[in-house]
């Protein structure tokens, strides 16, 4: 018998204590389905890979400080400024540090593409379906992500210490005071003190850095093991079942494919980061109380939010010796319950359909028309509220009023929803008829033909099987009106 060398003898010494060989042969070779819409998943890791690796970086030179100094540095125009340290040593990362400014920038980069990834991945997975049952959970994972984006962003945009953070930063105070009883509590609280504060920024480097990242890379790792756990869903086929998945192996065929797209990704955010300029902050200047910048907008995935605050009417009403801001109460209750429905859509769903069974073939969208069009109706909501969060600069670029402006997106937010679900879903009914149609008769082919007795029909030629098996396989149910037999 042969003596085992070394390196397989350590093999077996590890594969004795971890089961590392038991584990490689179970998963390594772990199928994933092979269709393009499955990428937005791995854009969102890559990016937050791409966030991490360049966070690290602009650590390194970041001072969280709110004591002022006197600024000397390569930016000539703000020498002899007094600032913040936050934003002196932003200036030094854009201007003095070696590369410092490509890092800064492919760090937004990266999180306005990691949030915007994150939206659509959830939007693919809401119109497909793969948030039911196994895989409620997980939807709440990815929803918790995506809420810990939103805040995340929120915190690294405000850590420069710019005009612009600064008048975003007194917007989120605003919006606490407006909170009954304890508004002046919580903001006391949140930045030390009054308005600005000294504190504001080490805060919220601390969550930024540390406490949300990590709450956020667990819930990665949470996410890919329930992933592992339930199996890719995939889209019907011909040999797609419920107890299958139909793909390339893990190992090295998906490996392979999953690094050279993590590099792409990698070189597109890069590319962009290069050559576009985002968040200029030596343009804003420092935060000064008494100051605002002109046409301050935050990044789009906060645009809703603060398009809630701009075109709700500046009502106010006063209870038991209180007064209510309703102009920005309004808006932080809608604000959440716009995400939190999000969140509950899959058991919402489940309660009204009755649907109990486990779902890994995933639907197309035309044949849930109520559910299609009710997320579209979200969508529809979320764009117009982004467009009122930016109307001063959609008055000036138009050259409209911006009470137009405004009350047309009021309008739009009661209106344009109800619009959009009732198309969706007749364009949903009609493309189910259509799909009807070519399973009974076939597809057209132009070709006209004279029959015997003097009629002329067009010849239709049948589909292939595959084809028919995809337009077919789906379970006809009454969505959310009738419920479908328990299982």
Avoid at 154 to 170: I, K, M, Q, V
Avoid at 180 to 198: D, K, N
Avoid at 305 to 324: D, Q, S
Avoid at 404 to 410: C, D
């Amino acid at each position: 018998m042969e003596t085992p060398g070394k390196g397989e003898r350590v093999a077996d010494w590890l594969d004795g204590r971890l089961g590392i060989h038991s584990l490689g042969r179970k998963y390594l070779r772990k199928v994933f389905p092979d269709h393009w819409s499955f990428l937005l998943g791995e854009i969102c890791l890559y990016s937050f890979v791409v966030l991490i690796l360049s966070g690290v970086y602009l650590t390194l030179f970041f001072h969280p400080s709110m004591n002022e100094v006197t600024y000397h540095g390569g930016y000539v125009p703000l020498n002899g400024v007094r600032m913040s340290e936050a934003y002196a040593s932003t200036l030094d990362i854009s201007f003095d540090v070696r590369g410092g400014l490509l890092i800064r920038q492919l760090h937004h980069w990266a999180a306005l593409v990691f949030v915007a990834a994150m939206l659509t991945h959830m939007m693919r997975h809401f119109f497909t379906g793969s948030f039911r049952r196994p895989r409620e959970i997980n939807w709440l994972f990815g929803w918790t992500l995506l809420l810990l984006g939103l805040f995340e962003g929120l915190f690294g945009y405000s850590l420069p210490d710019d005009l612009l953070s600064g008048t975003g930063l007194r917007f989120v105070n605003g919006a606490l005071l407006s909170m009954p009883v304890v508004g002046t509590y919580l903001s006391m609280f949140l930045f030390g003190g009054e308005f600005p504060g000294h504190d504001i920024v080490a805060r919220f480097y601390s969550l930024h850095i540390l406490l949300i990242p990590g709450v956020m890379a667990a819930l990665v790792v949470a996410h890919l093991i329930m992933v592992v756990h339930h199996k890719h869903t995939q889209f019907a086929g011909p040999g797609r079942t419920e107890r299958n998945v139909i793909g390339t192996p893990f190992m090295p065929v998906y490996l392979a494919k999953a690094g050279g797209f993590f590099f792409l990704v990698f070189g597109a955010l890069s590319l962009v980061a290069a050559v576009a300029t985002v968040n200029p902050v030596w343009v804003y200047g420092p935060f000064r109380p008494d100051q605002v910048s002109t046409g301050a907008q935050p990044d789009w995935y906060l645009g809703f939010a603060e398009g809630l605050v701009r075109v709700m009417p500046g009502w106010e009403i006063t209870l038991w010796g209180h007064t209510l801001v309703l102009g920005v109460l309004v808006p932080v209750v809608v604000f959440p319950l716009l995400l939190v429905f999000i969140g509950i859509y899959p058991f919402l769903e489940s309660r009204v359909t009755g649907g109990r069974r486990e779902h890994h073939l995933l639907d197309r969208p035309r044949n849930r028309p109520v559910r299609t069009a009710v997320g579209a109706a979200w969508i529809s909501l979320y764009l117009i509220l982004l467009a009122g969060g930016g109307n001063d600069i959609v008055a000036t670029r138009l050259h409209l009023s911006i009470n137009t402006v405004t009350w047309t997106v009021r309008v739009a937010v009661f209106l344009l929803p109800a619009v959009v679900f009732v198309v969706t879903r007749r364009i949903c009914l009609g493309l189910q008829l259509r799909d009807r149609e070519l399973v009974l008769h076939g597809r057209e082919t132009g070709v006209i033909k004279r029959l015997p007795h003097g009629e002329y029909v067009e010849v239709h030629q049948p589909l292939a099987q595959a084809e028919l098996h995809t337009l077919t396989a789906h379970r006809r149910q009454g969505e959310l009106v009738e419920r479908e037999p328990q299982s």
